[in-house]
């Protein structure tokens, strides 16, 4: 029977087995989001994305939960509202009047309905200036659903400014005393500005585990003086939710979907490169020890022996801490420290076996060459055999590449499953409550080396008969 039909006809009856099927369909799936991912969303892009941080990102929301949390928690969190002058909108009025020959009133007018349960994470605002000498000066109101209006800040304007509302002390103090007056209080409490803007001026704005969103149309009021002919201004109104897509967001308002979708081809291509070279290279090493023998054989094994003495992952975390590389070189590396490991002691016994056979002293009698023999009738016999040992491996290997991430020594700039986890973990993601941060890279983990042992164990019962009855 030749290879080929041997491995149709293993394949074919790999899926008689339940648990092949299931992991066959996990991989498949795996497998499908990994090729969706590497034809939709290029790999530099990818990376640019990523490395970028909050320069790109500074519209969306930092640690926001990802959306399908509410199936199991259910309500309505608030989704992050943009609004810009920048773009036509209903909800956006601007007006500029002249009032002098270089002095003119400007205003705009930001409203926005807010039906939702809870108050956002952040509110911030965006300026985009253009003046030669003179600043513009504005006034920031916010106007209530409920008619209350607060002056928040009055600022003269840089070229390009900002004003993080939930992180200004002033408009903090500014808040708590407003606070402080109306209900008589003798300190001055501190109040979060998202938690003011958005309830109704009474008690529940002192109770911090307190939830009273007051709902309805909101307005941003801009007012000011522009004291040039050619100046004019922009901005942008950006009012933060605690959702945001399928994967939510980490410390520094990226979307996770990046490295969980481009860790998934990686993750696939370390794994399965990693585990069918090693497994391939070890098997040339071995039917070349056994065939040969002698001196060569020795000093296959002397070698072997060193590599199985010497510590696989303390070498490997030593060389990642003093060599930055990207994921490529350590593939590489891993590679080169593999492929005198315990396979070549396994299939070497299996070639001095095979080395007997009638069939090779057949081949010897008619003059064929050492590496004929090698390649044509020893490793054949064994390919079908290391198959199942390739596939569980590649779990392992998927899993070694996350630990290094993890342990910070994987590559800083690949937007890896590890690599996510890692940002997790030192931001402190599990104290803060961030579950979802390490949980989703965490189940892509599971999940491929559940699909890959399921197949491989399948592969050890169809080629080892013994294992079929356990």
Do not use: C
Request: net charge positive; no cysteine.
């Amino acid at each position: 029977m030749s290879v080929a039909t041997r491995m149709k006809k293993t394949f074919k009856t790999l899926f008689f087995y339940k648990s092949a099927l299931a992991g066959s369909m996990i991989l498949l799936l795996i497998i499908g989001f990994a090729v969706y991912t590497v034809v939709t969303y290029p790999y530099d892009l990818a990376i640019k994305h990523w490395r970028a941080g909050e320069k790109i990102w500074l519209d969306n929301p930092r640690y926001a939960l990802p959306e399908w949390i509410t199936l199991f928690t259910g309500g309505n969190p608030p989704r992050t509202i943009i609004l810009t002058t920048t773009a036509e909108s209903r909800n956006v009025k601007k007006i500029i009047v002249p009032i002098s020959e270089n002095m003119s009133y400007v205003r705009i007018d930001m409203s926005f309905n807010y039906e939702y349960d809870d108050y956002p994470s952040e509110i911030n605002i965006f300026f985009n200036a253009s003046f030669k000498e003179l600043n513009p000066r504005l006034d920031i109101i916010w106007i209530k659903p409920d008619g209350e209006n607060i002056t928040l800040k009055s600022k003269v304007l840089n070229r390009e400014d900002r004003y993080y509302i939930s992180a200004d002390l002033e408009t903090k103090n500014l808040l708590a005393k407003k606070v402080q007056e109306k209900f008589g209080l003798n300190e001055t409490p501190y109040i979060l500005p998202e938690r003011y803007l958005f309830s109704p001026l009474d008690k529940s704005v002192l109770d911090p585990n307190a939830v009273n969103v007051l709902k309805g149309v909101y307005t941003l009021r801009i007012t000011g003086y522009l004291y040039e002919n050619a100046s004019n201004v922009d901005v942008k109104l950006v009012v933060y939710g605690k959702v945001y897509g399928w994967a939510g967001t980490d410390n520094l308002r990226r979307p996770i979907s990046i490295a969980i979708m481009w860790g998934t081809p990686i993750a696939l291509s370390f794994g399965v490169i990693a585990a069918v070279t090693i497994g391939l290279i070890q098997m040339i090493i071995a039917a070349i020890s056994a065939w040969y023998g002698g001196f060569i054989d020795d000093l296959i094994q002397r070698i072997t022996d060193i590599n199985l003495i010497l510590p696989f992952f303390p070498i490997l975390l030593m060389i990642s801490i003093f060599y930055k590389f990207n994921i490529w070189v350590l593939l590489v590396i891993v590679i080169a420290l593999s492929i005198f490991g315990t396979g070549v002691k396994n299939y070497r016994a299996l070639f001095l076996q095979l080395r007997e056979s009638p069939y090779v002293e057949a081949a010897l009698s008619y003059g064929a060459s050492n590496l004929r023999i090698i390649f044509r009738y020893l490793v054949p016999k064994i390919l079908p055999l290391i198959i199942p040992s390739i596939v569980l491996s590649v779990a392992d290997f998927v899993f070694l590449e996350a630990a290094l991430a993890v342990l910070g020594l994987g590559d800083p700039a690949a937007p890896t499953w590890g690599k996510v986890i890692n940002d997790a973990l030192e931001d402190g993601a599990l104290y803060k409550g961030l579950y979802y941060w390490v949980l989703e890279p965490a189940a892509l983990l599971v999940l491929t080396a559940i699909a890959f042992s399921l197949i491989g164990f399948t592969l050890e019962k169809i080629f080892n008969p013994r294992l079929r009855e356990m």
